[in-house]
């Protein structure tokens, strides 16, 4: 993608940083082709030679003159903290291995190694850790149509993101897009996928929300992470 904020913003930290400054990576959905500018961030990741206090914080001009464009402070690791984060990391360092652009140096996640069995519990953990969540926002959200339909949007890329990462867990083909892990992942777990792709659908300027039965699309869409979530926990305790 071109942005010529983002290239501005490189210059800046390269400025700001000097030699301590090894690689700029975009990652996520700008690097995936699904970018939206109205529900998308621009992910970045900043690798350094070093990462303390002192050389933070010559990054801190640069950095607030980005967040104050409305953008998220970039992740700033070393390359071995990168590299001993793998673990716990495991989604997120698979994502970034799989799509991401490099704006600045080295590739260095070409050689990042993701150990696959901690992918594995993490997906299962943060199913159950978003579905909860997701829980407990439809019991404090006041009943209105607009409300839950926030909740669906604002949840959205967080469970599509995890249904790939289940797919890919239990050893199928990575999805290629939203819509793709979505219908595949609701055979998986023998769901319906009509909520999730009419929240693609808005999201994508589809579908307004005024044309969507939405409490009968909040069912839909709670119903298939509950199913996915369940169904890979059975899936996970066969593999023990």
């Not at 983002?6 to 400054?21: G, S």
């Not at 990576?25 to 961030?41: N, Q, R, V, W």
């Not at 953008?71 to 590299?83: D, K, S, V």
């Not at 990462?165 to 939203?178: R, T, Y």
Request: glycine content about 4%; charged content about 30%.
């Amino acid at each position: 993608m071109t942005n010529p904020k983002l290239d501005e913003f490189v210059d800046k930290l390269k400025a700001a940083a000097a030699a301590n400054l090894k690689s700029v990576i975009l990652y996520g959905s700008a690097a995936t082709g699904e970018f939206h500018a109205k529900h998308s961030d621009l992910n970045l990741l900043c690798i350094v030679s070093d990462a303390d206090a002192k050389r933070i914080e010559a990054l801190h001009d640069s950095v607030q003159w980005w967040t104050k464009k409305g953008h998220r402070a970039p992740l700033i690791f070393t390359l071995e903290e990168l590299q001993r984060s793998a673990d716990v990391f495991a989604i997120e360092m698979l994502d970034m291995k799989t799509h991401h652009k490099i704006l600045f140096g080295q590739d260095i996640l070409a050689d990042l190694a993701v150990p696959l069995h901690y992918h594995a519990i993490q997906v299962e953990r943060e199913l159950r850790t978003d579905w909860l969540r997701l829980r407990q926002a439809i019991l404090a959200a006041p009943k209105k149509p607009k409300i839950y339909l926030e909740l669906m949007t604002s949840s959205f890329s967080v469970f599509t993101a995890l249904f790939r990462h289940a797919l890919i867990a239990v050893g199928e083909i990575p999805a290629g897009s939203k819509r793709e892990a979505i219908e595949r992942i609701s055979k998986f777990a023998g769901a319906d996928p009509a909520g999730f792709l009419a929240v693609l659908d808005h999201r994508e300027g589809k579908r307004e929300g005024q044309e969507m039965d939405v409490e009968r699309t909040l069912n839909q869409y709670f119903r298939l992470v509950e199913a996915v979530t369940d169904k890979f926990d059975l899936w996970l305790d066969t593999k023990g």
